[in-house]
């Protein structure tokens, strides 16, 4: 932990009234979608980090504005996106897909701009919509006061032409991380919530584990109802301590300057902060080739 973190001239209230979501309910809406792939046939390995295979985006910064669950989505889509388009080499530069649609745009799908949102219903609201926008043609304003610009957008042959469209929407089984494991091994990048309290905007490097040792205690909450912040697990490996600590490798939407470049790793296996509570995933439909800008 550090105080040399950009939140540490906030107050806890200040930092959450700015920068999370309203806490969110999973176990209403969260339907498994099945198992990742048949128990007795994984082959999971000890680590894998999809930054080191080219198809992550760079970090992006959510500013004042509970729309980190826009973020999380965009950065699966974008990810899986890039898998399966074959973009490897350019997408580490690419500025990727619209945040700002899905604030604007999204909230009959039980969604609520700044005040919060579930990637599992943003990846449904892409899939009605029938696509999302690049953050180049529709960009980030940080703020929910304005309408769903999707139709003033420019048109091709009288169709909204959009850049990344899915297909269907996969969700986890709530607090299986064998299959959350799986699922960033086999498929790609996922998007999870957690609960953030107080000290992790502190946070510098190393494995989180929420562990105050003043009560001997873990200080955050693992059920459906309390996960405040989504973010994008990206990887996992485990520490090389004489007693190892696995961990997921996950990205942030607090920019580059927290944290690990704007990732962080909190501790595997235990559903820490419910990590594995609200775990999804998109199926992408590749249209077209895009040229990452």
């Known amino acids: 932990?550090?105080?040399?973190?950009?939140?540490?001239?906030?107050?806890?209230?200040?930092?959450?009234?700015?920068?999370?979501?309203?806490?969110?309910?999973?176990?209403?809406?969260?339907?498994?979608?099945?198992?990742?792939?048949?128990?007795?046939?994984?082959?999971?390995?000890?680590?894998i980090d999809w930054r080191s295979k080219g198809v992550i985006t760079p970090v992006k910064n959510q500013g004042s504005c509970g729309?980190?669950?826009?973020?999380?989505?965009?950065?699966?889509?974008?990810?899986?996106?890039?898998?399966?388009?074959?973009l490897q080499?350019?997408?580490?530069?690419?500025?990727?897909?619209?945040?700002?649609?899905?604030?604007?745009?999204?909230?009959?799908?039980?969604?609520?701009?700044?005040?919060?949102?579930?990637?599992?219903h943003a990846f449904e609201y892409i899939k009605y919509a029938g696509g999302l926008h690049t953050e180049q043609d529709y960009p980030y304003t940080a703020n929910d006061t304005g309408g769903c610009e999707v139709l003033s957008l420019p048109r091709q042959q009288h169709e909204i032409e959009f850049v990344v469209q899915v297909a269907e929407v996969f969700n986890i089984t709530s607090r299986d991380e064998v299959d959350l494991t799986a699922a960033i091994a086999k498929i790609?990048?996922?998007?999870?919530?957690?609960?953030?309290?107080p000290d992790f905007r502190f946070y510098s490097h190393g494995v989180y584990d929420s562990f105050n040792s003043t009560s001997g205690t873990v200080i955050c909450q693992d059920d459906e109802q309390s996960v405040n912040h989504a973010v994008v697990a990206v990887g996992f490996g485990e520490t090389v301590d004489a007693e190892p600590v696995p961990?997921?490798?996950?990205?942030?939407?607090?920019?580059?300057?927290?944290?690990?470049?704007?990732?962080?790793?909190?501790?595997?296996?235990?559903n820490l902060c419910g990590i594995s509570?609200?775990?999804?995933?998109?199926?992408?439909?590749?249209?077209?080739?895009?040229?990452?800008?």
């Open 247 to 270: 961990f997921y490798i996950i990205r942030n939407s607090w920019g580059s300057s927290w944290g690990m470049e704007g990732y962080f790793w909190m501790k595997r296996g235990q």
């Open 67 to 86: 729309s980190c669950w826009t973020f999380s989505t965009t950065g699966a889509l974008e990810a899986h996106h890039c898998i399966h388009s074959n």
């Open 1 to 47: 932990m550090t105080i040399d973190s950009p939140f540490a001239d906030l107050t806890d209230d200040e930092f959450q009234t700015a920068y999370l979501m309203d806490s969110q309910d999973c176990s209403a809406t969260h339907e498994s979608s099945g198992a990742v792939t048949t128990k007795s046939s994984l082959r999971i390995p000890k680590s």
């Open 89 to 120: 080499e350019d997408c580490t530069t690419w500025s990727g897909l619209s945040e700002q649609q899905i604030v604007d745009c999204a909230s009959a799908f039980d969604n609520n701009g700044c005040n919060g949102g579930l990637p599992s």
């Open 277 to 293: 509570d609200c775990a999804s995933f998109p199926i992408v439909s590749v249209q077209n080739k895009i040229s990452p800008i």
């Open 188 to 197: 790609g990048p996922v998007s999870v919530a957690f609960q953030v309290t």
